[in-house]
């Protein structure tokens, strides 16, 4: 049985966007191909929350080659968008260093993603200090938890 979200997206709108691409990317040094989120729902930097959107397409870059004929998300780019998820909440928080990929703990993926699809990022703050960020996350799709797994960002100068 999986575990409770970690936020209750019917206590949010949805439609709104909070930030969108271009302001998150103004905060992540990533681009290109790995500019992977398309906006912010919530944030709440106090509460340590927030929740990202990717809208997964049929025409992605990443579509072609990842089972051909059967396109799947890979869980690797899921736990990418949930890096980048967890560092955007650590910026808004006042983090200005660059962070980079620590660690992931209880990593387990439930459901399969398949274009077109609107996945949602939730994520909480377990423990955010200058040098490092731990984050609780998870990947929902039409209110199914299809990934779940604890983050580890680490400031690099």
Excluded at 37 to 58: A, F, N, S
Excluded at 65 to 77: D, F, Q, S, T, Y
Excluded at 133 to 142: F, K, L, R, T, Y
Aim: glycine residues 8%; neutral net charge; hydrophobic residues 45%.
């Amino acid at each position: 049985m999986p575990p409770p979200l970690l936020i209750d997206l019917a206590t949010l709108d949805l439609t709104r966007t909070a930030l969108a691409k271009r302001q998150i990317y103004d905060l992540l040094p990533h681009r290109h191909e790995f500019q992977l989120l398309d906006g912010v729902c919530m944030y709440d930097v106090p509460g340590e929350r927030i929740v990202t959107y990717v809208d997964v397409k049929t025409d992605d870059w990443w579509v072609r080659a990842h089972v051909e004929g059967r396109p799947l998300l890979p869980g690797v780019l899921m736990l990418e968008m949930a890096g980048q998820t967890s560092a955007v909440l650590a910026k808004l928080a006042g983090n200005d260093a660059f962070m980079g990929f620590g660690g992931v703990e209880r990593c387990k993926f439930r459901e399969m993603v398949v274009p077109p699809a609107r996945l949602y990022i939730l994520c909480t703050g377990v423990d955010y200090r200058a040098r490092r960020i731990i984050s609780d996350a998870q990947g929902v799709v039409d209110g199914r938890l299809v990934f779940e797994a604890q983050i580890t960002g680490l400031t690099i100068r």
